[in-house]
């Protein structure tokens, strides 16, 4: 049995009723083997997969809150401290009632390779609760962020792990949790990324992992000697991360046909009217099926199935395991050319394969969206400078740095001779800067 073969059962014994996270270490340890076999004695000896693989510090714990009802609510907050040999953990906080350990610990390994990519010093990590922010009022969710962050303070710090947001945690509540982190600490730090812009807070954050999906699409299809200009898109989801897809990949010139949230899509023909978008989503916290009934011509449909539309690009940017694959194979029949994940994980195994084996340009969300993560970091050296950049220094920085993660990809892909390859290449480009780091801090 090789030596990823065995660390993946270790994984799988260890860590029952986890599939999430089995299926994350699965994909890297399949794209790394190549690089394995190549140093597995070297690797053995240090154990190097056995570390990669087990959270250097899992925090759980409990989150009492007072409703408006005065009754008295209960929730489980997580941070997982993944892997910090590149720098402090980084990662995002998650609100959601499907938030689990196995689910942060998936999330948080994504988030070690994802880092490494954008060339910057940002270790792994993520957290988050159980807590649903839908539907309560700003009271309750100031209450619940205040009591998950008397806790969380204790572990996180500037210079130690910088949360930031997740779904369920926008800048209401990073608003939130930083102003109880200030209170306890009296510190004024940069502890949290994704503040508002007059307290720390960076231009362009919000757009970030939408704009750099698109600019890492912009790479792949110049590749390919192809370009965006006229391309028909389809993008999951109707968040931030979608939201600033639809906004990027239309200035380029391609024309976005549907949109959907957790209920089902909208279809419209004539291309997506963002700003409705916005005002129903970000404004009025409304659900996506009001498009139909505002704009003439669009079709809304209740339930799953937004990859029947025929598209040459699809961009997954709602949540994990959201494109099977009976989707992918929809898909590849309807002519679709580049998929690029903006949600993290968004594509199960089984449809990643069936789209890069049929010829379909695949790359994954620890690439193609790291545009968010780099734009905390740059958040990150904001505050430590005490300055704030322009949005075009911001916006000017992303774009090199999606450029320059699809050259690492791109490269290490070539390199193990599998051009084309995204997935095995961003994985092993962002090993590679780890492992380097991980054997030159000892056994630790």
């Not at 993660?405 to 092993?428: C, H």
Request: glycine fraction near 12%; proline fraction near 3%.
């Amino acid at each position: 049995m090789s030596y990823t073969d065995e660390v993946y059962e270790r994984v799988v014994a260890q860590n029952p009723g986890e599939p999430e996270f089995h299926q994350a270490v699965r994909e890297v340890l399949d794209s790394l083997k190549v690089v394995i076999d190549r140093n597995e004695e070297e690797y053995r000896s240090l154990s190097i997969l056995e570390r990669l693989v087990e959270p250097e510090r899992i925090i759980s714990f409990r989150v009492p809150w007072v409703d408006d009802n005065g009754n008295i609510q209960v929730n489980k907050g997580y941070r997982v401290q993944f892997n910090s040999a590149i720098g402090p953990y980084k990662g995002g906080l998650r609100f959601h009632p499907t938030v689990n350990q196995g689910i942060l610990k998936f999330l948080g390994f994504e988030q070690i390779f994802k880092n490494s990519l954008t060339g910057l010093p940002i270790g792994g990590g993520k957290g988050g609760s159980n807590f649903d922010p839908k539907g309560k009022s700003d009271r309750e969710v100031m209450a619940f962020c205040q009591s998950f962050m008397t806790e969380l303070c204790k572990y996180i710090g500037a210079d130690q792990d910088v949360p930031a947001g997740d779904i369920g945690v926008g800048g209401r509540e990073i608003g939130f949790l930083y102003g109880q982190y200030k209170r306890i600490k009296g510190l004024y730090e940069g502890v949290l990324t994704g503040k508002g812009l007059t307290w720390g807070g960076s231009l362009i954050r919000t757009q970030a992992t939408g704009y750099g999906v698109v600019y890492i699409l912009d790479e792949i299809a110049k590749a390919h000697n192809d370009t965006l200009e006229g391309k028909t898109v389809i993008v999951t989801g109707s968040g931030n991360v979608a939201i600033y897809a639809v906004e990027k990949v239309t200035q380029l010139g391609a024309k976005v046909v549907a949109m959907c949230d957790s209920n089902g899509y909208v279809y419209d023909p004539d291309g997506i009217k963002l700003d409705i978008v916005k005002d129903i989503k970000e404004v009025k916290r409304g659900r996506i099926k009001e498009y139909a009934d505002r704009v003439e011509g669009a079709v809304y449909t209740e339930g799953k199935g937004i990859w029947t539309i025929p598209c040459d690009i699809y961009l997954p940017c709602a949540t994990q395991n959201e494109l099977d694959l009976d989707g992918a194979k929809t898909l590849v029949a309807n002519g679709c050319k580049y998929v690029a994940e903006g949600a993290n994980m968004p594509t199960t195994l089984e449809g990643t394969a069936y789209l890069q084996e049929n010829g379909v340009c695949f790359m994954p969300g620890k690439a193609a969206n790291a545009g968010g993560v780099a734009t905390s970091a740059l958040e990150m050296t904001q505050n430590s400078m005490r300055l704030s950049w322009s949005a075009e220094e911001v916006d000017a920085k992303l774009h090199d740095i999606m450029v320059n993660i699809f050259k690492k990809v791109d490269d290490a892909a070539k390199r193990y001779d599998m051009p084309d390859n995204y997935v095995v290449g961003a994985n092993i480009a962002g090993f590679e800067k780890v492992v380097e780091a991980m054997k030159a801090q000892g056994i630790v």
